[in-house]
């Protein structure tokens, strides 16, 4: 069936740091795919998100990229900051809807 | 923006018995309603869908009888886990999505309810 793997956490960096959560997926044919965040004590909210090969999502800084050669949506961010630190989803979706999750990746951000 | 809420936030209830979850959109209609359910440190799984009006549709796997799911209106799903067991322990998540309207790839999350059954 449909899958998303993401790298486990959790992940510890300091403020200004580069991040990267890798994302891959498994699925037959192509879906859209997302990058879901959940804050402290908060609901899941969508981030970004890529519906075609080649897209590029972005969002706060964050950007990923739709990589159907290595079905890869790897999530990313140049400087990161105390307010980043959450947990992050990778997801996929085909015209249904439903989405799939990954496992999620703890980040906390040091000052 | 979009706001769904979740009520209780916790609950702990005796095995056998049967606990109600609400899932209120706040400022929004929401068509449509997802119920999750999610492990320690695993992904989410979608447990059913709901729409407005309609029965909702179980993923394959998840027993309708136990979880049942009302979609009564269009701010309010609620899920019913009867005759709890300690198996039945879980964090549970809605969200809301008000496609057509809205992007119909996006859904609005609530906080999620920690269920306990002893």
């Known amino acids: 069936g449909d899958s998303v793997t993401q790298m486990e956490g959790p992940v510890t960096l300091s403020e200004e740091a580069f991040l990267t959560i890798n994302c891959t997926y498994t699925a037959t044919g192509y879906p859209s795919l997302f990058w879901y965040v959940q804050y402290p004590g908060e609901g899941l909210q969508l981030l970004l998100k890529a519906t075609k090969a080649d897209d590029k999502g972005s969002n706060k800084g964050f950007e990923a990229t739709y990589r159907k050669e290595t079905t890869s949506f790897h999530l990313e961010k140049g400087s990161v900051q105390v307010s980043d630190s959450a947990v992050y989803f990778c997801?996929?979706?085909?015209?249904?809807?439903?989405?799939?999750f990954g496992a999620g990746t703890t980040v906390t951000v040091r000052a | 923006g979009a706001v769904v809420s979740q009520h209780p936030s916790w609950v702990i209830c005796k095995s056998g018995t049967s606990v109600k979850i609400e899932c209120r959109s706040l400022?929004?209609?929401?068509?449509?309603m997802f119920w999750y359910r999610q492990f320690p440190k695993q992904s989410l799984m979608l447990m059913a869908t709901s729409n407005e009006g309609s029965k909702a549709t179980y993923e394959q796997g998840v027993e309708k009888d136990k979880f049942l799911i009302n979609h009564a209106s269009l701010t309010l799903s609620t899920l019913t886990v009867t005759s709890a067991h300690p198996e039945d322990s879980s964090f549970y998540i809605c969200s809301a999505s008000d496609h057509p309207t809205g992007d119909p790839y996006e859904q609005y999350f609530g906080p999620g309810t920690r269920l306990t059954v002893t």
């Open positions: 997801a996929l979706a085909f015209n249904d809807y439903k989405l799939s």
């Open positions: 400022d929004f209609q929401a068509t449509t």
